[in-house]
C-alpha cells in the first residue's frame, strides 16, 4: 500500500540552528502539506503547497519557516532558526485530490530543540 | 516548566463492544469530515471521510455519522477490538480551502 514517508523519525537540535525536515509524498499525489503537533495538542495547519507554489499557510507558518521541493520526489520543510517552541512533531500528508479530501499522513518527524 | 496540555476524554469499552465516538464541530461551512486513528509516537491513519451531502457512510466495522443541523459528527466502531485502542481524532473541511481544522481527540482503550 502506498504511504507517505518522512526522515528523520526524530531530529534533535540546538536553539538557532536550522533544520529541514524531508518527506516523499505518495507518488501519484500532487497536493502535499506539513502539519505540526505540538506534545499532548491538537494537531495544526502549517502550509499546503501544489505546483511548486504555497497555496495556503496558517499563522504558525511565519518567515524562519519554508518549503520546497527540490525534485521530483521529496517534499521538504525548513526551519531557518529553531525556537524551543518548535519542539513537536511534525506530519507530511499529501492529497491526489484538489480539494483536499482524503489526505494521507506520514509516520512525522520529532523535533526536539534544546 | 510545566506543559499544558489536551485534556483527552477516555472511551474505555470491552473488546467485542461497539464504539461510538463523538465530535462536534463549529463552523458551519464545512463541507468535508474526516476521522483519523493516532497510535502512539506515529502519524494520523485515514479511517473514514463524509461530505456534508450524506448524513451516512460505512466502511469496514466503521460508520461515520453527521448531523448538520447540530454540527455533529460521531464514528462508530463494531465489535471493537484490542488493535482499535488509539487516539481518535475527527477533522474538518471547508469548501473555501483544502486544510484539516482537527478536533481535540477521544483515546479509545479497549479492555480485553
Same mark, same amino acid.
Given at each position: 500500500e502506498?504511504?507517505?514517508?518522512?526522515?528523520?523519525?526524530?531530529?534533535?537540535?540546538q536553539m538557532?540552528?536550522?533544520?529541514?525536515?524531508?518527506?516523499?509524498?505518495?507518488s501519484n499525489h500532487l497536493?502535499f502539506?506539513w502539519?505540526r503537533?505540538i506534545l499532548?495538542?491538537?494537531v495544526?495547519?502549517?502550509?499546503?503547497?501544489?505546483?511548486?507554489?504555497i497555496s495556503?499557510?496558517?499563522?504558525i507558518?511565519d518567515d524562519?519557516?519554508s518549503?520546497?521541493?527540490?525534485d521530483?520526489?521529496n517534499?521538504?520543510?525548513?526551519i531557518?532558526?529553531?525556537?524551543?517552541?518548535?519542539?513537536?512533531?511534525?506530519?507530511?500528508?499529501?492529497?491526489r485530490?484538489?480539494d483536499?479530501t482524503e489526505?494521507f499522513?506520514?509516520q512525522?518527524t520529532?523535533?526536539?530543540?534544546v | 516548566?510545566? #506543559?499544558?496540555?489536551?485534556h483527552?476524554?477516555?472511551?474505555s469499552?470491552?473488546e *467485542?463492544?461497539n464504539?461510538? =465516538?463523538?465530535?462536534?464541530?463549529?463552523?458551519?461551512? #464545512?463541507?468535508?469530515f474526516?476521522?483519523?486513528k493516532q497510535?502512539s509516537?506515529? *502519524?494520523?491513519q485515514?479511517i =473514514?471521510?463524509i461530505?456534508?451531502?450524506m448524513?451516512?457512510?460505512?466502511?469496514?466495522r466503521?460508520t461515520?455519522l453527521?448531523n448538520?443541523t447540530?454540527k455533529?459528527?460521531s464514528?462508530?466502531?463494531?465489535a471493537?477490538?484490542?488493535?482499535?485502542?488509539?487516539?481518535?481524532?475527527?477533522a474538518?473541511?471547508?469548501?473555501a480551502g483544502n486544510?484539516?481544522t482537527f478536533g481535540?481527540g477521544?483515546?479509545?482503550m479497549?479492555?480485553?
Open positions: 502506498p504511504e507517505v514517508t518522512q526522515t528523520p523519525s526524530h531530529q534533535v537540535t538557532g540552528q536550522e533544520v529541514i525536515l524531508r518527506c516523499v509524498p505518495i497536493y502539506y502539519y503537533q499532548g495538542q491538537k495544526e495547519f502549517l502550509v499546503s503547497f501544489y505546483n511548486n507554489e495556503e499557510k496558517s499563522e507558518f524562519q519557516f518549503v520546497e521541493r527540490p521530483g520526489s517534499f521538504t520543510l525548513k531557518r532558526s529553531t525556537k524551543l517552541e518548535d519542539s513537536a512533531m511534525y506530519f507530511c500528508a499529501s492529497t485530490n484538489r483536499g489526505a499522513f506520514g512525522g520529532r523535533l526536539t530543540v | 516548566g510545566e #506543559s499544558v496540555g489536551l483527552l476524554p477516555t472511551l469499552v470491552q *467485542g463492544d464504539s461510538i =465516538i463523538n465530535c462536534a464541530y463549529s463552523n458551519s461551512a #464545512s463541507d468535508y474526516i476521522w483519523y497510535e509516537g506515529k *502519524g494520523p485515514f =473514514i471521510d461530505r456534508s451531502n448524513d451516512k457512510r460505512q466502511g469496514q466503521v461515520v453527521l448538520k447540530v455533529h459528527l464514528l462508530q466502531i463494531a471493537t477490538q484490542p488493535g482499535d485502542s488509539a487516539v481518535y481524532f475527527c474538518e473541511k471547508n469548501n486544510m484539516l481535540g477521544t483515546r479509545l479497549v479492555k480485553p
